[in-house]
Antibody
Framework: EVHLVESGGGLVKPGGSLTLSCAAS????????MNWVRQAPGKGLEWVSS????????YYTDSVKGRFTISRDNAKNSLSLQMNSLRGEDTAVYYC????????????WGQGSLVTVSS | SYELTQPSSVSVSPGQTARITCSGD??????GLWFQQKPGQAPLLIIY???ERPSGIPERFSGSSSGTTVTLTISGAHVEDEADYYC??????????FGGGTKLTVL
C-alpha cells in the first residue's frame, strides 16, 4: 500500500527557513515524479513544485521561485522541500503527492504538514 | 495565465444528482481531473482523463467533457459525498492549475 508521510512543519518567523520532508513507502519511489501541493487555511489547493524521478526536471510555481528548493533521495525514498525567505502567504498545509502515468497527476497524497509563518 | 472556474457551492438532497462544472480554455487541449476533499483529510483523486474513474471510486461518480468545460456528476448523492471538490488540469510541466473548489452540501 502506498504511504506518504510528511514531517518538518511548524511555526517560523517571516524571513525564516524551514525544510519539509516526505517519507515514501509501498511503491518504487525512484520510478515516479513527486510534487508538493499546498493549501492555505480555508482556501483551495495550489501546486508548488515537482521533481522528476531522477531529479532531471524540476519545476516551481512562480510565487516560490528563488525561495524554495525541491529535492529527493531515491536511496532513502525521501522527498524534501527547503523553504527560505518565508512570508505570511506561505502559511499552509503542505502535501506531498505522487504523479503516475495512470491514473495521472496526484494519484496519492500524504496527510499534510502545517507551516505557519508569523511573528 | 490559465484559470479554472468552478461554482463556489452546490446543494442537493440525498438521492438527487449533483453536477459540478469547471470551465477554462486549457480544457480544450488538456484533460481535466477531479479531487474530493473532506474536512481534515487529504484530497482524493476521483476522476482522471476527463471521464475515467480510479479503482475503488463508486460508480455514482462520473465525469464528462465538452469544449471548455468538464463536469463532475454524482448520481444519487449520498450524505457522505458532502465535501469540497476541485478540478485540475496541467497546461505544461510548470503550469498546473486547480480550480477554486466547490463545496457540495447534501442535505
Amino acid at each position: 500500500e502506498v504511504h506518504l508521510v510528511e514531517s518538518g512543519g511548524g511555526l517560523v518567523k517571516p524571513g525564516g527557513s524551514l525544510t519539509l520532508s516526505c517519507a515514501a513507502s509501498g511503491f518504487t519511489f525512484s520510478d515516479y515524479t513527486m510534487n508538493w501541493v499546498r493549501q492555505a487555511p480555508g482556501k483551495g489547493l495550489e501546486w508548488v513544485s515537482s521533481i522528476s524521478s531522477r531529479s532531471t526536471y524540476i519545476y516551481y510555481t512562480d510565487s516560490v521561485k528563488g525561495r524554495f528548493t525541491i529535492s529527493r533521495d531515491n536511496a532513502k525514498n525521501s522527498l524534501s522541500l527547503q523553504m527560505n525567505s518565508l512570508r505570511g502567504e506561505d502559511t499552509a498545509v503542505y502535501y506531498c503527492a505522487r504523479d503516475s502515468i495512470s491514473p495521472g497527476d496526484f494519484d496519492y497524497w500524504g496527510q499534510g504538514s502545517l507551516v505557519t509563518v508569523s511573528s | 495565465s490559465y484559470e479554472l472556474t468552478q461554482p463556489s457551492s452546490v446543494s442537493v438532497s440525498p438521492g438527487q444528482t449533483a453536477r459540478i462544472t469547471c470551465s477554462g480554455d486549457i480544457l480544450t487541449e488538456k484533460y481535466g481531473l477531479w479531487f474530493q476533499q473532506k474536512p481534515g483529510q487529504a484530497p482524493l483523486l476521483i476522476i482522471y482523463k476527463d471521464t475515467e474513474r480510479p479503482s475503488g471510486i463508486p460508480e455514482r461518480f462520473s465525469g464528462s467533457s465538452s469544449g471548455t468545460t468538464v463536469t463532475l456528476t454524482i448520481s444519487g448523492a449520498h450524505v457522505e459525498d458532502e465535501a469540497d471538490y476541485y478540478c485540475y488540469s496541467a497546461a505544461d510541466n510548470d503550469v498546473r492549475v486547480f480550480g477554486g473548489g466547490t463545496k457540495l452540501t447534501v442535505l
